[in-house]
């Protein structure tokens, strides 16, 4: 009968059914199309994550995904000559063979391994993989249990591995633990050297018909065989563990030399440091969340439809009813006279955390206590703040200080999801910094947040993604940096792609880039397909490529309005919370020194000059839609330069704002160093605060002799109008209203307007005659005409009452 676990263990983590003794679940619900040197998650919080080779592919499995062996295609990568020292980390070169050894280092050229992990081929760049010795997966003669589900290929023959264990060096000696299948005989081969045998059981039914579920069992040197819930085979065995190896490796549907594949789909393996079954049993269901029986994707919440799509007007009348419009640009206008839009910088004020804490995420919770969340001394951590001016690390319990995620998680954003269930209310999108991949966490309250069972993306994390939930379309936005770009001198270029999902759980769905695909973008935009082809060469065999064009850009250099060289490290691209149609960026742009442009440019990079390979700086984007951007680059929106003695060369602008009173608190983390410095004796990084107007991001300004504008045609709903105005002490403004013909409709008329004479944030307009109240013209379609003099108009709204 199979073993009854309490609640508590069941929930190990993040929703997952998993026993508490689990010690590895590998689902291979990834990517269809998955990249070699991507990784497969260990759904379980080990981290126990696989590497996706060439002899490997994601295939359609029992559940969702499986993981098939298979032969890998002949190919002539593309790369451009490099020393010698990087085409060895990359694996595009060989290193001589150490003496003794006979097994060549692995390179992208013999990388025919399905699925693996290991701590040899130092040369290489590789994740930070745990030692597969030093773990319940090295099993021995202790209680253990191996299952997993196979649809063996109907014509399979020969022996095919289920997996491989070895001390290590791979290939080298036999000291592994080794399970195949062998599908004409029904047999399953179980080879541990340490123990000095091998065990071998035989099924009376055939294995080759559609998809069975396998579990083997190990208790006191009794080891068990259960075919589809019932036990078909036994036989004793002395098993013990493999020797700890300091190149040790773990190996999934082909053995450590890459040869014995298995013939056909495994779907989810799983470890565990127990005997689960002791009886006949009901082959059990999927263990991820995402396959249980009644699971549904949340019900996303709608706001307004986008009024201004493709950042255009309707054609017709526009419907505003009662939301605010902020002139972010010139959209609602149909006539202007003297009108410009100027961008307004943020103020930088006081330094509010004496430490530098990376990629952040500002978020103020319903409580209203400021988060800050960062890079802490490992994972990601959180600092809070009832005024937003003092901060302070929480002692968050369980030795772990303000640490909300542990590491390697590093770099993401961290948002409130309006869809999600209170035990997931929270949500972040963030790296695994040392093993690959994109992961989405969750929380209830934003204090200890639980990872996804798979990657949301498969990618390298180099920098911060940003996510946020866009309820007028109903769709969860990302930017994520791709490196793919290429300078005129073939130097990286830095772009941002964009994801769109519906359900943030599970693998994001992508298009692979091809060499087809990259050849028709690089007309456009140059790429390093000439350099690096297939993209996925990018980190070598055993590390994640970055995002290439998976997905379509989101933002990049414009050869027509930047310089050369100039590049995009983020775009902290959001929501603004305050007002519909109205999406923010905050792109960071990194000027090279070197690589590109003449000499006289070039030579800033020198070491003599003590400074490094150059400054970054965010400037403002706006858009209506989330989709298409309107940059203001002059002036920056966080300028370089000495505030209150603190050198800023590369603010770094936190994710996300919050509201106090009518300012909008934004912070920076701030450094007083070059990129690349070549010295190390600037001040140690800070946090700073900004502030800014709220919605004061963009107006339209008249100038001092004054100016004007007439809208398009528009119905509202409300009784009041309201303005975000600053006309000054000298200057004015005066609003009339039209009818549809065009004529001032009578007690509106401009010159009925008492002057608006003030600096406000929420102005009621009023007449003559009629005061405040236009009630009266509530749904019908007017035209407002406003005239103005030396006066910046941020936003405009019709309220009730």
């Known amino acids: 009968m199979r073993r009854i676990y309490c609640l508590a263990a ?97 390179t992208w050229f013999n990388n025919r391994f399905a699925a693996l992990f290991t701590n040899g081929n130092g040369h290489l760049r590789r994740l930070e993989f745990t030692n597969a010795t030093r773990t319940a997966l090295n099993l021995g003669s202790d209680d253990w249990t191996v299952e997993f589900w196979l649809k063996l290929d109907e014509r399979a023959e020969g022996e095919g591995v289920v997996f491989e264990i070895g001390s290590g060096p791979r290939g080298e000696n036999d000291r592994v633990t080794r399970l ?154 149909a006539e202007s006279d003297g009108v410009r839009l100027i961008p307004h910088p943020a103020r930088l004020e006081e330094i509010v955390l004496d430490r530098g804490i990376g990629w952040s995420t500002v978020i103020e919770g319903e409580d209203g206590l400021i988060r800050l969340y960062g890079e802490g001394a490992a994972g990601v951590a959180v600092w809070t703040s009832r005024d937003g001016l003092h901060f302070e690390a929480p002692d968050l319990g369980s030795g772990r200080a303000n640490q909300v995620i542990p590491g390697p998680a590093k770099a993401g954003s961290v948002f409130i999801d309006p869809n999600g269930p209170p035990e997931e209310r929270w949500k972040a999108l963030v790296g695994l910094h040392d093993r690959g991949g994109w992961y989405i966490w969750t929380s209830s309250d934003g ?78 935009r140059p790429l390093k397909v000439e350099q690096w082809d297939p993209w996925w060469l990018d980190n070598g065999p055993l590390a994640p490529p970055g995002f290439g064009i998976e997905f379509p850009i989101a933002m990049g250099r414009d050869p027509d309005l930047d310089p050369v060289a100039t590049d995009l490290y983020n775009t902290r691209a959001m929501k603004y919370p305050w007002a519909e149609d109205a999406y923010m960026a905050f792109p960071l742009w990194f000027f090279h020194y070197h690589g590109d442009g003449p000499p006289a440019r070039q030579v800033l990079a020198h070491p003599s000059r003590e400074m490094g390979t150059g400054m970054v700086e965010p400037q403002l984007a706006v858009s209506r839609d989330g989709l298409n951007w309107i940059r203001y680059p002059r002036p920056a929106y966080l300028p370089i330069g000495d505030h209150e003695g603190f050198p800023v060369r590369r603010p770094y602008l936190a994710h996300g704002m919050v509201r106090r009173g009518n300012e909008i608190y934004q912070y920076s983390y701030s450094r007083a160093s070059y990129h690349d410095a070549w010295t190390e004796d600037a001040p140690s990084p800070v946090t700073h605060r900004l502030t800014q107007r709220l919605g004061g991001f963009v107006s339209l300004r008249t100038p001092y002799t004054g100016g004007g504008f007439t809208t398009l045609p528009l119905t509202f709903r409300g009784g009041v109008l309201v303005l975000n105005i600053d006309t000054g ?62 006066t910046d108009l941020y936003s405009l709204q019709f309220v009730e009452n």
Request: charged share 25%.
């Open 10 to 106: 069941l929930l190990l983590f993040s929703g997952l059914v998993s026993r508490a003794e689990t010690v590895a679940l590998w689902l291979f619900d990834e990517q269809e199309g998955l990249y070699p040197s991507c990784p497969l998650s260990d759904a379980t919080p080990h981290g126990l994550h696989l590497i996706l080779g060439r002899g490997g592919s994601i295939v359609p499995g029992k559940f969702g995904g499986a993981l098939g062996a298979v032969e890998p295609e002949d190919w002539e990568p593309v790369y451009e000559p490099s020393s010698e020292e990087t085409c060895i980390r990359f694996g595009l070169k060989a290193p001589e063979l150490q003496l003794g050894r006979t097994v060549e280092p692995l």
């Open 180 to 333: 195949s299948v062998i599908p004409e005989k029904n047999m399953l081969r179980l080879h541990n050297q340490a123990g000095g045998g091998m065990a071998q059981l035989r099924s009376e039914g055939a294995i080759r018909k559609g998809w069975n579920h396998y579990a083997l069992t190990h208790e006191e040197g009794r080891l068990i065989w259960y075919l589809n819930g019932e036990a078909v085979a036994e036989t004793s065995v002395r098993l013990q563990a493999l020797p700890v190896g300091e190149e040790a490796y773990f190996t999934v549907a082909r053995d450590g030399r890459w040869n014995r594949p298995l013939h056909g789909a495994m779907d989810e393996l799983r470890f565990s440091d127990s005997v689960d079954y002791t009886g006949s049993f009901s082959p059990p269901d999927s263990y991820s969340r995402l396959h249980k029986a009644g699971r549904k994707p949340y019900a996303l919440k709608k706001g307004g439809k986008l009024l201004y799509p493709g950042n255009r007007a309707p054609s017709r009348v526009v419907e505003m009813g009662s939301r605010k419009h902020l002139f972010l640009d010139d959209v609602l206008l």
């Open 447 to 524: 204090w200890s947040f639980q990872r996804s069972e798979t990657a949301a993306l498969p990618f390298w994390p180099g920098s911060a993604s940003t996510l946020f939930y866009d309820d007028q379309r109903q769709v969860y936005l990302g930017h994520h940096r791709s490196d793919y770009g290429s300078t005129p001198s073939g130097r990286t270029e830095r772009y941002f792609v964009r994801t769109e999902v519906t359900d943030l759980f599970g693998a994001w769905e992508f298009e692979p880039t091809t060499r087809e695909k990259a050849l028709r973008i690089h007309r456009e």
């Open 729 to 790: 002490a000298t200057g004015y403004a005066q609003v009339g209203i039209l009818d549809e013909r065009g004529n001032a409709i009578p007690g509106y008329a401009l010159e009925d307007c008492i002057y608006i004479n003030t600096n406000s944030v929420a102005q009621p307009v009023e007449w003559l005659e009629k005061g405040t109240d236009l009630t009266a013209l509530s749904g019908k379609t007017v035209r407002l005409v406003f005239h103005m003099r030396g």
